[in-house]
């Protein structure tokens, strides 16, 4: 049997309230600045040992830091007191090493008072689920009222006849979302007023559904997006990392049932496919055809070979009786000289020199093999194309792409990467960064920003070049992702 003494959720919870809560405004923490002669006493007696003490006047809005000292806790049947200035009114929220909280508000320590642990009220209460099913819980979600999911609540897998026990704050109801091994999805509800214990099967429904997909859109598709017709964005590709659906195969998936399914395909050529309002609370076998065609990416420009210019022979020189005369330079060549040749410029042809008789004009035969006519092409994993250096001359010039080239233009990270959480598997090479995440070692993939910040779908680009989901609460954040909007609107903190 797993016992959880804190779920991961509640633990970031009391940390986060730990850590905004502390005292704004004055640097004192609140077990000097509230200090003096009146002594105020807890009792211990409950069952586990103390180990933090918060204290603070009621009329406040935060408690605080911890009023024990480091490595300190009360024992049970054990006493600590405290010098306070003897506030009228008065709050005290006492955690127990076992993670129960223990929480009171307007209690007068005018003078010496004795307060025993357990006539503060308990605000925190105990879940158990039971796995009374023949499969294994992968994933487990719980959230009170009129609050997202979150992250998955286990550290470990919940194995047929096992239970686990978790610690949450006492609300009225909480609702919980268990996600088998199989991919089957469980939802119900539990009062947490007292512990309690939820089994599986017989108090939470099969909420879920599984939808076959038959592609006869004549296309190979390397993306596949579902979604609820009332949800905000399309979500993330539920392809696995490397694989696609073949054109003329089936591919299936287990999703939550909701009213109306929203489809979007994309294929590996970049077209896309988008359709809204299939039904989904049952099984259901869904052929693509109905689906709308919404995007088709421009035709990639046809490279053509320019032709090789034709250079004629120049004709013979001339037969000059007359006394010489020096002949003129030839272009990019020697300067004639009496009874001399034309020289052969590397550029051109020199004119024939006089004075001599019989003198041949020079001849040339040029064939570069750059020509600033032909367009920039792939050549391997380089774009290659031909750069006017000056002069009348033209040089190759290779760009080296690390990621290939296509479309005669250097391949970019984002433009192969598709972002997404990668459970506890490792990203695929073409995501280039990727970043842990404080949940079972997993990693979210991403890539870098493009040149001018593109990004793949479900993500934009960071002030530092990082491609990651944006969000605005912490429930935008993809499921099992860090629990942290940042402050400049990114998930995980950025």
Same mark, same amino acid.
């Given at each position: ?87 009228? &009114?008065?709050? $005290?929220? #006492? =955690? %127990?090493? /076992? ?10 320590? *005018? !003078? ?68 088998m091994c199989s991919g089957r999805i ?19 429904? &099969?909420?879920? $559904?599984? #939808? =076959? %997909?038959? /592609? ?10 579902? *979604? !609820?017709?009332t949800d905000a964005d399309w979500g ?75 250079y004629e022979q120049p004709t013979a ?178």
């Amino acid at each position: 049997m797993g016992t959880h003494r804190f779920s991961s959720s509640l633990w970031a919870a009391l940390v986060a309230a730990v850590v905004t809560t502390g005292f704004v405004g004055c640097a004192k923490p609140h077990s000097v600045q509230f200090a003096g002669s009146v002594p105020y006493t807890l009792h211990n007696d409950v069952e586990d040992t103390i180990c933090s003490v918060r204290m603070a006047p009621s009329t406040l809005d935060n408690w605080g830091e911890n009023w024990l000292s480091e490595g300190e806790g009360i024992g049970a049947g054990g006493d600590r007191t405290f010098m306070t200035l003897g506030d009228p &009114d008065w709050a $005290a929220e #006492v =955690t %127990l090493c /076992n993670g129960h909280i223990h929480s009171g508000n307007h209690l007068s320590v *005018a !003078s010496a008072t004795t307060t025993n642990v357990s006539a503060l009220p308990r605000i925190t209460s105990v879940v158990t689920v039971v796995n009374d099913s023949a499969d294994e819980i992968c994933s487990l979600f719980m959230a009170p009222p009129n609050s997202p999911w979150g992250n998955n609540w286990l550290a470990y897998t919940i194995p047929s006849g096992q239970e686990s026990t978790f610690l949450v704050y006492k609300y009225d109801t909480w609702y919980l979302q268990a996600v088998m091994c199989s991919g089957r999805i469980y939802e119900g509800s539990v009062a947490t007023l007292d512990p309690q214990r939820v089994a599986v099967l017989q108090q939470m429904a &099969d909420v879920s $559904a599984v #939808v =076959t %997909l038959i /592609n006869n859109l004549q296309a190979d598709l390397c993306a596949v997006q579902i *979604a !609820s017709t009332t949800d905000a964005d399309w979500g993330y590709n539920w392809l696995q990392a490397d694989t696609y659906v073949p054109a003329g195969n089936a591919w299936s998936a287990i999703v939550r049932q909701v009213d109306q399914l929203a489809l979007r395909m994309t294929a590996c050529d970049g077209r896309i496919w988008e359709g809204r309002g299939y039904q989904g609370v049952q099984d259901s076998t869904i052929e693509l055809g109905w689906l709308a065609l919404v995007y088709e990416p421009p035709p990639a420009p046809v490279y053509v070979e320019p032709t090789a210019p034709v250079y004629e022979q120049p004709t013979a020189g001339y037969t000059d009786t007359s006394s010489g005369n020096n002949g003129s330079s030839g272009s990019y060549g020697s300067s004639g000289g009496s009874t001399d040749s034309g020289g052969y410029g590397s550029g051109g042809y020199g004119s024939s020199g006089g004075g001599g008789s019989s003198n041949s004009g020079g001849s040339s035969t040029i064939a570069p093999s750059c020509s600033l006519t032909a367009a920039p092409r792939c050549d391997g994993n380089a774009v290659l194309s031909c750069q006017d250096i000056g002069g009348g001359m033209v040089a190759e010039h290779r760009q080296v792409c690390p990621l290939g080239c296509k479309n005669a233009a250097c391949v970019y990270a984002y433009q192969l990467c598709k972002a997404r959480f990668a459970g506890s598997g490792s990203c695929p090479s073409e995501c280039d960064r990727s970043y842990s995440v404080s949940v079972n070692g997993n990693s979210y993939c991403t890539s870098s920003c493009g040149p001018g910040g593109e990004c793949p779908a479900g993500t934009a680009c960071t002030s530092d070049g990082t491609c990651l989901p944006p969000c605005s609460v912490p429930g935008d954040c993809p499921t099992g992702f860090l629990p942290y909007c940042g402050s400049s609107g990114f998930c995980g903190g950025i």
